[in-house]
Protein backbone atom coordinates (compact mmCIF):
# COMPACT_ATOMS: atom_id res chain seq x y z
CA UNK A 1 0.00 0.00 0.00
CA UNK A 2 1.08 3.56 -0.27
CA UNK A 3 1.02 6.65 2.02
CA UNK A 4 -2.11 8.42 1.82
CA UNK A 5 -1.70 12.54 1.40
CA UNK A 6 -4.89 12.70 4.21
CA UNK A 7 -2.54 10.80 6.79
CA UNK A 8 0.78 13.31 5.67
CA UNK A 9 -1.62 16.19 6.07
CA UNK A 10 -3.35 15.15 9.26
CA UNK A 11 -0.19 13.76 11.12
CA UNK A 12 1.86 16.96 10.21
CA UNK A 13 -1.25 19.38 11.90
CA UNK A 14 -1.35 16.61 14.76
CA UNK A 15 2.36 16.41 15.65
CA UNK A 16 2.93 20.24 14.98
CA UNK A 17 0.00 21.35 16.76
CA UNK A 18 -1.19 23.48 13.67
CA UNK A 19 -4.21 24.33 12.07
CA UNK A 20 -7.43 22.76 12.40
CA UNK A 21 -7.11 18.14 11.71
CA UNK A 22 -10.93 18.28 10.02
CA UNK A 23 -9.95 21.28 8.40
CA UNK A 24 -8.79 20.41 4.68
CA UNK A 25 -9.02 24.09 2.88
CA UNK A 26 -6.83 26.49 5.41
CA UNK A 27 -4.19 28.12 4.50
CA UNK A 28 -1.94 25.29 6.99
CA UNK A 29 -3.42 22.88 4.39
CA UNK A 30 -1.83 24.78 1.72
CA UNK A 31 1.15 25.22 3.10
CA UNK A 32 0.92 21.47 3.97
CA UNK A 33 0.41 20.68 0.33
CA UNK A 34 3.34 22.54 -0.72
CA UNK A 35 5.90 21.33 1.71
CA UNK A 36 4.66 17.56 0.39
CA UNK A 37 5.72 18.14 -2.56
CA UNK A 38 8.91 19.62 -1.64
CA UNK A 39 9.46 16.70 0.40
CA UNK A 40 8.65 14.63 -2.26
CA UNK A 41 10.97 16.02 -4.99
CA UNK A 42 13.62 16.01 -2.83
CA UNK A 43 13.52 12.35 -2.02
CA UNK A 44 12.46 11.30 -5.70
CA UNK A 45 16.11 13.22 -6.63
CA UNK A 46 17.94 11.62 -3.62
CA UNK A 47 17.88 7.79 -5.24
CA UNK A 48 16.59 5.57 -7.74
CA UNK A 49 14.19 3.73 -5.14
CA UNK A 50 12.90 0.40 -6.12
CA UNK A 51 9.40 1.59 -5.97
CA UNK A 52 10.12 3.88 -9.05
CA UNK A 53 11.51 1.81 -11.49
CA UNK A 54 10.19 1.26 -14.66
CA UNK A 55 10.95 -0.47 -18.03
CA UNK A 56 12.44 1.26 -20.70
CA UNK A 57 12.76 -0.08 -24.74
CA UNK A 58 13.74 1.67 -27.86
CA UNK A 59 13.88 0.23 -31.48
CA UNK A 60 16.85 1.43 -33.34
CA UNK A 61 16.87 2.05 -36.84
CA UNK A 62 19.60 1.21 -39.15
CA UNK A 63 21.65 4.81 -40.26
CA UNK A 64 19.09 6.54 -37.26
CA UNK A 65 21.40 8.42 -34.45
CA UNK A 66 18.87 10.16 -33.24
CA UNK A 67 15.63 9.11 -31.18
CA UNK A 68 12.69 10.47 -28.70
CA UNK A 69 11.65 8.29 -25.69
CA UNK A 70 7.63 8.74 -26.48
CA UNK A 71 6.70 7.60 -22.62
CA UNK A 72 5.13 11.18 -20.24
CA UNK A 73 5.43 8.58 -16.97
CA UNK A 74 9.63 8.75 -17.34
CA UNK A 75 10.93 10.64 -14.87
CA UNK A 76 15.01 10.01 -15.35
CA UNK A 77 17.04 7.72 -17.19
CA UNK A 78 19.20 4.98 -14.74
CA UNK A 79 21.15 3.02 -17.84
CA UNK A 80 20.66 1.87 -21.04
CA UNK A 81 21.94 -1.50 -22.50
CA UNK A 82 22.61 -2.36 -26.45
CA UNK A 83 22.61 -6.12 -25.66
CA UNK A 84 25.01 -8.68 -25.80
CA UNK A 85 26.33 -7.22 -22.28
CA UNK A 86 26.82 -3.57 -24.02
CA UNK A 87 25.88 -1.41 -21.33
CA UNK A 88 25.51 2.44 -22.60
CA UNK A 89 27.65 5.07 -21.10
CA UNK A 90 26.57 9.13 -21.11
CA UNK A 91 28.74 11.12 -23.44
CA UNK A 92 29.07 14.71 -22.54
CA UNK A 93 28.68 17.22 -25.57
CA UNK A 94 31.96 17.94 -25.52
CA UNK A 95 33.34 14.44 -25.63
CA UNK A 96 30.85 13.86 -28.36
CA UNK A 97 31.97 16.03 -30.75
CA UNK A 98 35.88 15.15 -30.10
CA UNK A 99 34.83 11.63 -31.05
CA UNK A 100 32.37 12.33 -33.63
CA UNK A 101 34.61 14.49 -35.30
CA UNK A 102 37.55 11.92 -35.17
CA UNK A 103 34.98 8.77 -36.46
CA UNK A 104 32.35 10.56 -38.76
CA UNK A 105 29.61 8.66 -39.90
CA UNK A 106 30.93 5.22 -39.08
CA UNK A 107 28.38 2.91 -37.41
CA UNK A 108 27.82 -0.27 -35.47
CA UNK A 109 26.65 -1.53 -31.94
CA UNK A 110 26.02 2.10 -29.70
CA UNK A 111 28.23 2.24 -26.70
CA UNK A 112 27.89 5.35 -25.78
CA UNK A 113 24.74 7.83 -25.84
CA UNK A 114 24.13 11.71 -25.47
CA UNK A 115 21.31 13.65 -23.71
CA UNK A 116 19.62 16.20 -25.74
CA UNK A 117 17.25 17.60 -23.26
CA UNK A 118 13.54 16.79 -23.47
CA UNK A 119 10.84 18.15 -26.24
CA UNK A 120 7.88 20.33 -25.10
CA UNK A 121 6.25 17.28 -23.99
CA UNK A 122 8.68 16.84 -21.57
CA UNK A 123 9.65 13.21 -23.59
CA UNK A 124 13.92 12.43 -23.43
CA UNK A 125 15.86 13.02 -26.53
CA UNK A 126 18.95 10.55 -26.83
CA UNK A 127 21.66 10.23 -29.03
CA UNK A 128 23.22 7.07 -29.94
CA UNK A 129 26.97 6.61 -30.41
CA UNK A 130 28.30 5.29 -33.14
CA UNK A 131 24.89 5.57 -35.15
CA UNK A 132 23.48 1.88 -35.07
CA UNK A 133 24.49 -0.12 -38.30
CA UNK A 134 21.31 -2.11 -38.39
CA UNK A 135 17.93 -2.72 -36.51
CA UNK A 136 17.85 -3.61 -32.68
CA UNK A 137 16.46 -2.84 -29.45
CA UNK A 138 18.07 -0.96 -26.60
CA UNK A 139 16.93 -2.10 -23.22
CA UNK A 140 17.19 -0.03 -20.06
CA UNK A 141 15.33 1.12 -16.57
CA UNK A 142 14.37 4.64 -15.43
CA UNK A 143 12.43 6.21 -13.01
CA UNK A 144 8.90 7.11 -12.94
CA UNK A 145 7.80 11.21 -12.69
CA UNK A 146 6.66 12.07 -9.53
CA UNK A 147 3.13 13.92 -10.04
CA UNK A 148 2.70 16.72 -8.08
CA UNK A 149 0.16 16.62 -4.81
CA UNK A 150 -3.12 19.43 -5.17
CA UNK A 151 -5.19 18.20 -3.00
CA UNK A 152 -6.12 15.94 0.59
CA UNK A 153 -6.95 13.06 -1.03
CA UNK A 154 -5.91 10.03 -2.81
CA UNK A 155 -2.61 8.17 -2.58
CA UNK A 156 1.06 9.33 -2.77
CA UNK A 157 2.52 7.94 -5.92
CA UNK A 158 4.48 5.05 -5.33
CA UNK A 159 6.41 5.82 -1.83
CA UNK A 160 5.27 2.18 0.01
CA UNK A 161 3.82 2.99 3.72
CA UNK A 162 7.31 2.13 5.46
CA UNK A 163 8.62 5.66 3.76
CA UNK A 164 5.78 7.23 6.29
CA UNK A 165 8.43 8.38 8.71
CA UNK A 166 10.82 9.86 6.78
CA UNK A 167 8.19 11.72 4.79
CA UNK A 168 7.12 13.34 8.01
CA UNK A 169 10.64 14.09 9.07
CA UNK A 170 11.06 16.16 6.12
CA UNK A 171 8.12 17.94 6.41
CA UNK A 172 9.49 18.95 9.95
CA UNK A 173 11.93 21.07 8.74
CA UNK A 174 9.27 23.04 6.29
CA UNK A 175 6.87 23.26 9.69
CA UNK A 176 9.83 25.23 11.32
CA UNK A 177 10.81 26.67 9.03
CA UNK A 178 7.56 28.74 8.50
CA UNK A 179 7.54 29.24 12.31
CA UNK A 180 10.75 30.85 12.08
CA UNK A 181 12.57 28.20 13.79
CA UNK A 182 15.61 28.53 11.35
CA UNK A 183 18.20 26.71 13.78
CA UNK A 184 16.12 23.50 14.72
CA UNK A 185 14.61 23.50 11.14
CA UNK A 186 18.49 22.85 9.88
CA UNK A 187 18.44 20.43 12.51
CA UNK A 188 15.12 18.34 11.29
CA UNK A 189 16.15 18.53 7.70
CA UNK A 190 19.73 17.31 8.32
CA UNK A 191 17.56 14.26 10.17
CA UNK A 192 15.70 13.90 6.82
CA UNK A 193 18.62 13.52 4.85
CA UNK A 194 20.01 10.63 6.95
CA UNK A 195 17.01 9.12 7.56
CA UNK A 196 16.70 8.94 3.53
CA UNK A 197 20.59 7.55 3.68
CA UNK A 198 19.18 4.59 5.95
CA UNK A 199 16.17 4.36 3.93
CA UNK A 200 18.22 3.73 0.47
CA UNK A 201 21.08 2.00 2.67
CA UNK A 202 24.29 0.95 1.42
CA UNK A 203 23.72 1.15 -2.24
CA UNK A 204 23.78 5.26 -2.41
CA UNK A 205 27.23 4.78 -0.52
CA UNK A 206 28.32 2.32 -3.16
CA UNK A 207 29.50 3.25 -6.78
CA UNK A 208 29.72 0.38 -9.83
CA UNK A 209 33.70 -0.03 -11.02
CA UNK A 210 33.59 1.56 -14.44
CA UNK A 211 36.08 0.71 -17.03
CA UNK A 212 36.40 3.13 -19.67
CA UNK A 213 37.99 3.22 -23.25
CA UNK A 214 39.19 5.43 -24.34
CA UNK A 215 40.87 6.35 -20.90
CA UNK A 216 39.78 8.99 -18.34
CA UNK A 217 39.96 12.76 -19.26
CA UNK A 218 42.09 13.09 -16.18
CA UNK A 219 44.50 10.79 -17.88
CA UNK A 220 43.96 12.18 -21.48
CA UNK A 221 44.45 15.89 -20.22
CA UNK A 222 47.03 14.95 -17.52
CA UNK A 223 49.06 13.28 -20.36
CA UNK A 224 48.95 16.33 -22.56
CA UNK A 225 49.70 18.91 -20.20
CA UNK A 226 52.75 17.34 -18.50
CA UNK A 227 56.04 18.56 -19.64
CA UNK A 228 58.92 16.46 -20.41
CA UNK A 229 59.51 13.09 -22.34
CA UNK A 230 56.96 10.14 -22.29
CA UNK A 231 58.39 6.82 -22.04
CA UNK A 232 56.06 3.82 -22.96
Do not use: C
Not at 26 to 51: G, I, M
Not at 95 to 105: P, V
Not at 176 to 195: I, P, R, T, V, Y
Request: hydrophobic share 35%; aromatic share 12%; net charge negative.
Amino acid sequence: MSVTVSEVIQSSKRIHRIGNISDTTDQVTTDLLRFLNYVLSRAWRFHPWDFSLQDISITLAADTADYTISDASLGGINWLDAGGDNYLKVLTQKRYRQWFKRTGEAGGTPSHYLRRGRTSAGYFKLTFWPTPAETGTVTGEGKKKLTRVTAVSGDIEFFPDEFIDVILQGMAGYIEKLKGNDELSLAEFKKFENDLRLAAGDEVMREDEEWESPPPDKYIFGKRNRGGSSVA
